[in-house]
């Protein structure tokens, strides 16, 4: 059955997986392409004359004349987190809250299958596309870093792709508990989006205020650095478990709401 449920979540987003996974792997493919005009420019120092708050609020600490620093700067940090929070949102929103409001998961769940094998085959649908998008975006930078030149950290980018996995998976989980508990997908989107939107906020806020920078550790943003585990591969396991705990608490937590809510549309 779970077999069944991937196949066709898998051919129902088809199209849309498509269209996400061509659009990031151009895009990195641009980034990338373009780093061969600028690495002998002076855009260290261009970027070191800008403002501190600006520099603050988008990665002071990157070294924008070196491959990963302006691959980090130019997509990791700003294009990548709002390309994949969006997919993550809307796939989970589809999965549970807009079957619901189409009536189609009454027809599914008069199958014999249980609840929880549904939100299950969802979330690891979830889960592998989720792979498979990180995939389009980085084997461009493997493949196309040294034909521009460019200095890239193999091990870095392993790093990246665990930190990344774990911080969009941690944004698809909690979608799924809000997609669990909605029967409506704009609502489901709507406060998911909203979660979200207050977690960057309080990101950028606590760069610059003391007192709310004592509550950062509230944003999921405060554990995503995409520069440190590509520059150095330096892996931060309090904050890697604390995205795990997030992800198997909100599964969990849309698990138990989804068996027990009425499905009846």
């Known amino acids: 059955m779970v077999k069944n449920l991937l196949h066709r979540g898998l051919a129902d987003r088809r199209v849309s997986l498509l269209v996400y996974a061509c659009g990031l792997a151009a895009y990195s493919i641009f980034i990338v392409a373009i780093w061969s005009s600028f690495k002998n ?74 609840r929880r094998t549904v939100v299950a085959a969802r979330h690891l649908l979830y889960s592998l596309t989720l792979l498979a998008l990180i995939a389009t975006t980085l084997v461009p930078v493997i493949v196309g870093a040294p034909i521009v030149g460019g200095s890239i950290s193999y091990t870095g980018l392993a790093a990246l792709s665990l ?6 998976a941690a944004i698809g989980s909690y979608s799924f508990f809000f997609a669990a508990i909605f029967s409506s997908r704009s609502l489901a989107i709507f406060v998911s989006a909203g979660v979200l939107i207050f977690a960057y906020a309080l990101d950028i806020m606590s760069k610059f205020n003391d007192f709310i920078n004592h509550f950062h550790f509230l944003s999921l943003f405060n554990y995503y650095d995409p520069y440190r585990y590509l520059h150095d591969a330096s892996f931060a396991w309090g904050d890697l478990a604390v995205l795990a705990g997030t992800i198997v608490i909100s599964t969990a937590a849309a698990v138990l709401w989804f068996e027990r809510r009425d499905i009846a549309v």
Request: net charge negative.
């Open 41 to 114: 420019t002076q855009i260290e120092q261009l970027w070191n004359s800008y403002p501190e708050s600006l520099r603050k609020a988008f990665g002071a600490s990157i070294n924008l004349g070196t491959f990963d620093g302006f691959f980090t700067l130019e997509f990791l940090n700003q294009m990548w987190p709002l390309v994949l929070s969006v997919f993550s949102i809307g796939f989970a929103s589809a999965s549970l809250a807009g079957e619901v409001e189409k009536g189609t998961m009454e027809m599914l769940l008069a199958q014999p299958v249980a």
């Open 163 to 168: 930190q990344a996995f774990l911080f969009f």
